[in-house]
């Protein structure tokens, strides 16, 4: 009940959902859409408990224990309750939820608030590329000093000033990325293809059980 | 220059000085920002799942419906809630059907079209046709990208020592992986920085109104 | 110690002031450097250009959350702006996970403010978020209705003019893909391998690289990569006469150059310390 029967259910959805690919009869058609439109939709809308019980864990073991930097699991906190006030503090008469959604839109919170921080995070990564452009980016061995003059010739030939230095370059960069690069790219392509289909047989066939839980 | 007025803009503006504050060093206002961004996420999420896939997904089919069909629809809903096993230990091995249910699938209907959107296609468009090789300059060009995948995957096979022609072909992969992660190199540099030009085009212009 | 290992060893604080002038200046003192198309950027253009008076719809998957938005968003309003104003009916998808669906809100809200008669429902219609991820591609196959049955705004899908018409891939035109991520590998082994639907992608620069071999097999129409790829794409609706707005992606092009030009200084300078460094101790 615990261990087989999850794996019988996997091969037997797998196998199902595999075949039915290659069998255009009316009751094959009808079963994909019937799983794929309803009943895999509806499970996954479920899947969300994981995420909020992971983030709510993490936070709560964090405030309780009075770990190094508690208040900003606080923070993170507030953060949640914010954006579900300014969604559903319509169904809350009066109250705090009542004035966050009326004075907090839902879409400015997002728009001024939500993006703003995490556009700004990666952000970060143009300054930390640069550094480490100049620390880490030497032309140590022959294959090394290949990356950096394709990198280079890249980097020139995708803007403006390239073009504006020779203007061949552009379609020099085209190139490398059209044949050589695009070369390399399908041959690692079909590598994590191979890879992908190996695990997705795997996992119908019950050798690989991981997504189950550490068996 | 016009400062905006909007107090959005300028609540977004701290947010992001708050943030970039971490490039002296790690400090309470980033973190400050950092949590309150993942709880936003988290929020903004369940709200946008409730309205649009719980309401019209869920509820509406089940309140307001009127199809008998309708009353199926509560075997996937079992399914789903079986979910909520992981909040206790004892029963926690419940959440293994949804997963077992899910995952089996993906995995089923995955495998017929990555074989053919990454190993037929690919194939196909690797094998040298008359119009690949109808100008000599597009032949060198092609052939140099039969060359080059073939000897890729060379080096992706481990099963084999890579001695005699086949470490040949293997050195030769590399020459194209380097080629490739150069090419992969230059553009991060370029997505990295696009993405500091916008925050700067953010303060520059809807903040500060220093530029136009 | 001598300047070459004084300089390898600066405090990387530097490097952030010189990377944040090296941006700054040229927002305040455009370049004006002229914007090169590239043909993977002119086919996908080309391709929505004909679909002008089709009796298919243009559908616009947004899956892209604001850690990219630079790069993507300028690309969704152009797109957007492409459709509205050749009057190419749009289906713009807030993505497939939900944190994505506030950047096509964005898009729409950016783009429709110089085409006042677009109707909603009729020349474009915003559909939000359904879980799935794959499934919802395929789903999207059999009935967008049966997949979404209301709009990001809660109207019903049935009762939609556009929605009534375009009901999955086969009054589907072309997908675009907006993302940096893996997905849009995934519309094409889904909705191409499986319906036969056209792709075109629009991605970050970082993922531009990996999606050659889709352009060449032409699993993808077309794609747009990076700031660069919007940028070109402004640049032809300019050309073409259709009002672009602020052209966000051009004008950061000119501080992408100088960056640019920085980075490779950097690279070598590192570079010539390094080989400096390592042959004095050599030598010793």
């Known amino acids: 009940m615990r261990r087989t029967f999850p794996l019988v259910i996997a091969f037997t959805m797998g196998l199902l959902m595999m075949i039915q690919y290659f069998i255009p009869h009316p009751i094959s058609q009808k079963f994909y859409k019937i799983m794929v439109q309803q009943w895999l939709i509806i499970i996954s809308i479920f899947f969300y408990v994981f995420a909020w019980r992971s983030f709510g864990l993490y936070h709560i073991n964090k405030i309780k224990r009075r770990k190094e930097g508690w208040w900003a699991s606080v923070v993170a906190f507030v953060g949640v309750f914010f954006m579900l006030l300014a969604g559903f503090g319509d169904r809350i008469p009066g109250g705090i939820g009542h004035f966050i959604y009326k004075y907090f839109n839902f879409d400015d919170l997002y728009n001024y608030m939500f993006a703003p921080l995490q556009a700004t995070m990666f952000s970060l990564l143009a300054f930390f590329i640069a550094s480490a452009a100049f620390r880490a980016f030497k032309a140590r061995t022959m294959e090394a000093t290949l990356l950096l003059v394709t990198a280079t010739i890249v980097m020139l030939g995708r803007v403006p000033l390239g073009a504006s230095m020779w203007k061949g370059l552009p379609k020099v960069v085209e190139w490398i990325l059209m044949y050589p690069n695009m070369a390399a790219q399908r041959g690692i392509m079909i590598g994590v293809g191979l890879g992908m289909i190996a695990t997705s047989m795997k996992i119908i066939l019950g050798i690989e059980r991981s997504y189950l839980g550490g068996e | ?212 | 110690m001598g300047f070459w290992d004084r300089f390898l060893k600066i405090d990387r604080r530097w490097v952030f002031l010189v990377v944040w002038i090296a941006v700054v200046i040229p927002l305040l003192k455009p370049l004006g450097l002229p914007t090169h198309i590239t043909p993977p950027v002119k086919k996908l253009y080309d391709y929505i250009d004909r679909m002008e008076g089709e009796d298919k719809a243009v559908f616009l998957s947004f899956d892209f959350d604001p850690s990219t938005m630079p790069e993507l968003l300028p690309m969704g309003v152009a797109i957007i702006r492409h459709c509205f104003a050749k009057k190419i009916p749009i289906i713009v998808y807030g993505g497939l996970y939900p944190q994505f669906v506030g950047m096509a809100k964005m898009a729409i809200d950016m783009a429709k403010t110089d085409f006042p008669d677009i109707v909603y429902g009729k020349d474009y219609v915003f559909l939000g978020y359904v879980p799935g991820l794959s499934l919802v591609i395929l789903s999207i196959g059999e009935s967008i209705q049966g997949t979404f049955g209301n709009d990001y705004f809660g109207n019903r899908l049935d009762t939609l003019p556009l929605t009534m018409h375009v009901d999955n891939y086969e009054k589907i035109g072309i997908v675009v893909d907006l993302s940096g991520s893996s997905i849009p590998a995934s519309w094409v082994a889904y909705a191409y391998q499986r319906y036969g639907c056209r792709i075109g992608c629009g991605t970050t620069a970082v993922s531009a690289a990996q999606y050659y071999p889709y352009l060449q097999t032409g699993q993808f129409v077309g794609m747009l990569g990076g700031l660069k790829g919007a940028a070109e794409y402004e640049e032809l609706l300019e050309r073409n006469g259709i009002p672009t707005g602020r052209r966000t992606a051009t004008i950061g092009m000119d501080a992408q150059s100088v960056v640019h030009l920085l980075i490779i200084l950097l690279i070598i300078l590192g570079n010539i310390g390094y080989f400096y460094v390592r042959r004095r101790e050599r030598r010793a």
């Not at chain 2, 946008?48 to 089940?62: D, E, F, G, H, T």
């Not at chain 2, 990555?114 to 046709?129: C, H, K, M, V, Y």
């Not at chain 2, 040949?168 to 991060?188: N, P, W």
């Open chain 2, 1 to 212: 220059m016009h400062i905006s007025t909007n107090p959005w803009v300028w609540i977004a503006a701290i947010l992001t000085l708050a943030i970039y504050s971490f490039l002296y060093k790690d400090n309470p206002f980033y973190k400050f920002a950092e949590h309150l961004f993942m709880g936003l996420s988290i929020g903004y999420g369940a709200v946008v799942l409730w309205y649009n896939s719980i309401i019209p997904r869920l509820w509406n089919p089940l309140a307001h419906g009127t199809s008998p069909s309708r009353f199926y629809l509560l075997i996937p809903i079992a399914i789903g809630l079986l979910s909520f096993g992981i909040f206790s230990k004892k029963y926690s091995w419940l959440i293994k059907y949804p997963l077992a249910f899910s995952v089996g699938a993906y995995a089923g209907f995955s495998i017929p079209v990555t074989f053919e959107a990454s190993i037929f296609e690919q194939i196909s468009g690797t094998i040298l046709t008359k119009q690949m090789m109808a100008t000599p300059w597009l032949a060198i060009s092609n052939l140099i990208m039969f060359v080059g995948v073939i000897t890729t995957i060379t080096y992706f096979y481990f099963s084999k020592h890579h001695k005699g022609l086949l470490g040949k072909s293997a050195r030769t992969g590399i020459v194209f992986l380097m080629l490739a992660f150069g090419a992969s190199f230059g553009y991060t540099v370029m997505a990295r920085i696009s993405l500091l030009i916008g925050r700067m085009q953010f303060l520059l212009h809807d903040w500060l109104g220093i530029i136009k």
